[in-house]
């Protein structure tokens, strides 16, 4: 009989090693915890879902939340934005789930579920849809410093900077932590909100008897909400929050603490959304059009309702949108290439070992923000028509998404249950018939009024 073929061990890498570092402190945490009542547990815990759903707060999406208030007021678009961030957290927690189940990232799923083809298939479409979405974070930025004087190439390249400062650490927790510190940063909205002030009363009136649409549908109405849902929901984020829960190392023991990571960032996201809507809210009390604004010229039309500081506030609020979320997007594409081409994909790999990885996150928020540089494109168009496109470019991501929650040889206990997949099959109609609805609105203007 011969010998037994001798089995080599893996050798643990250095991602490896700081993901177990950083499960000894949760795990000594929990152990020492009780007089904390769990707090300093949760508080290692929180982090991808906070940080998703402020990056998601981002340039695009808190200028289509001042075009909304600009536009139409406080009376129905209020109670629609918590609707489409109760839509996120649906889709959200079934990602963070996923990934804890799994230990994958997303991309990697989708490989080796529906194979190649399909794995290859979805790294180019977020990828292409990555980078429209780059490219118009780095026009929040260059026009929310414009406001200030700062010069474009300024602008551009001293974020690309603070983008590669992020990652030099190569490190996970320590880049979760600079980027959650800006991300709260989101919370500028508030007192912009405060200081055009708002009528407490008519918001609460507002969220509680949705008022009907003003004038209608109409073709930019309908091109507004389906923006207003691009900012709420879109395919980065089910790349980079389950590639971060699998980067974290976060194991099926730390699932409520990943939900209400999850919920944490959704009410968070809401809030500071609402508070761009009743921010801009008086230009359309003051009869002003936001159709020709663009950028941080939301900014100086509010300068004279709100003043100087609160203008001043908004266009540092549209840099840091965009900067937050030029930095996670570009890392959910690092993530997705790395999953599909098998290459480290871990923000805790050394720049040697990583170097393809950092190499796509870096490169593609470079020629994002280069192109931003060129002079003449309608940015209020641009941005606007990018959270149409990511709403239109959903119902295939979900699809993919609900069937691996299935998946019960994958998720084992923590596959979907009837209620998850009910509201994942509800939210992926919703996005279905808003798609219609647009084509609809393209092709046949006059049926809309």
Request: some cysteine.
């Amino acid at each position: 009989m011969s010998a037994p073929e001798a089995t080599v061990p893996t050798v643990p890498s250095h991602e490896d090693f700081d993901r177990a570092s950083d499960r000894r402190m949760i795990e000594r945490a929990r152990r020492h915890g009780s007089s904390w009542f769990g707090i300093r547990v949760l508080l290692l815990l929180i982090g991808p879902g906070v940080i998703t759903f402020l990056g998601e707060n981002d340039a695009p999406s808190m200028l289509s939340y001042a075009a909304t208030g600009a536009q139409f007021g406080i009376g129905f678009f209020l109670p629609f934005i918590v609707f489409t961030f109760m839509v996120g957290f649906v889709v959200q927690e079934m990602v963070a789930r996923i990934g804890i189940a799994t230990g994958q990232g997303h991309a990697e799923l989708i490989f080796a579920r529906f194979g190649g083809f399909w794995g290859g298939f979805a790294m180019l479409d977020l990828c292409a849809g990555n980078f429209l979405t780059l490219v118009t974070e780095f026009i929040g930025i260059r026009a929310g410093l414009g406001f200030f004087g700062v010069p474009p190439l300024l602008a551009v390249g001293g974020s690309i900077l603070v983008i590669g400062l992020a990652i030099s650490t190569s490190r996970y927790r320590t880049w979760e932590r600079l980027v959650m510190a800006l991300a709260l940063g989101n919370a500028i909205f508030l007192p912009i909100a405060f200081l055009a002030h708002p009528d407490a009363p008519e918001i609460g009136h507002a969220l509680l008897t949705w008022s009907p649409l003003p004038g209608g549908l109409k073709p930019d109405t309908i091109a507004l909400m389906i923006a207003d849902i691009g900012a709420t929901v879109t395919p980065w984020m089910l790349f980079f929050q389950q590639g971060a829960v699998a980067d974290k190392g976060l194991v099926p023991r730390d699932l409520l603490g990943a939900r209400i990571d999850t919920l944490v960032g959704t009410i968070l996201a809401t809030v500071f959304a609402i508070a761009a809507v009743v921010a801009t809210a008086p230009l359309f009390a003051h009869g002003i059009s936001a159709g020709n604004f663009q950028a941080a010229q939301f900014a100086q039309a509010l300068q004279p309702v709100i003043g100087r500081l609160g203008a001043s506030l908004f266009a540092i609020g549209i840099f840091e949108a965009g900067l937050v979320a030029a930095i996670t997007i570009s890392t959910s594409s690092a993530y997705t290439f790395g999953e599909v081409t098998r290459t480290a994909h871990s923000l805790n790999a050394p720049l040697r070992d990583g170097r393809f990885f950092y190499a796509v996150l870096l490169v593609s928020a470079c020629v994002a923000g280069g192109l931003t540089l060129i002079p003449g494109a309608p940015l209020e168009d641009i941005i606007i028509l990018v959270n149409v496109v990511a709403t239109l470019a959903m119902p295939p991501a979900l699809l993919f998404l609900i069937v691996i929650a299935n998946d019960s040889e994958l998720m084992g206990p923590y596959r979907n249950r009837r209620l998850a997949n009910t509201a994942g099959i509800g939210v992926t109609a919703l996005l279905v018939a808003s798609g219609l609805a647009f084509a609809a609105s393209v092709l046949f203007p006059h049926l809309f009024g």
